[in-house]
């Protein structure tokens, strides 16, 4: 069965940093490089935006604006793991964040994901 475990969410001062993982698991993912992988966010009232991905499989990434400079996502093929680095936190990443996989080789938005994690919360204090 395929599945997609979140953890590294936390609360955090603006201006800290945290790293959130995502581990994928199930034969479906024996081909991990093959998804394209993301991190999409969610606040209270607003839609699921996608703030970072890595393509399959050239492992491209691209970022939202908002975050462009201050977070980092990366991806361990031999740990079927998903990173996402967030530096210089501000009171407006707080969400909760979802990994994400599709066999699309990029992400455009959440219509394009096959898998969901069940997401980690994150809150950044002023």
């Known amino acids: 069965q395929a599945q997609l475990v979140e953890s590294g969410g936390g609360l955090v001062q603006a201006g800290g940093s945290l790293r959130l993982s995502c581990a994928a698991s199930g034969r479906t993912f024996s081909t991990f490089t093959n998804y394209a992988m993301g991190w999409f966010r969610q606040a209270p009232g607003k839609e699921r935006e996608l703030v970072a991905q890595?393509?399959?499989?050239?492992?491209?990434?691209n970022y939202a604006d908002s975050v462009k400079g201050r977070f980092t996502i990366s991806r361990n093929g031999a740990k079927n793991a998903v990173y996402l680095q967030m530096n210089s936190l501000k009171p407006e990443d707080t969400a909760v964040y979802y990994c994400?996989?599709?066999?699309?080789?990029?992400?455009?938005?959440?219509?394009?994901?096959?898998?969901w994690g069940q997401g980690t919360q994150v809150t950044v204090s002023s």
């Open positions: 890595v393509r399959a499989p050239s492992g491209i990434t």
């Open positions: 994400a996989a599709s066999l699309r080789p990029f992400l455009v938005s959440r219509y394009d994901v096959q898998y």
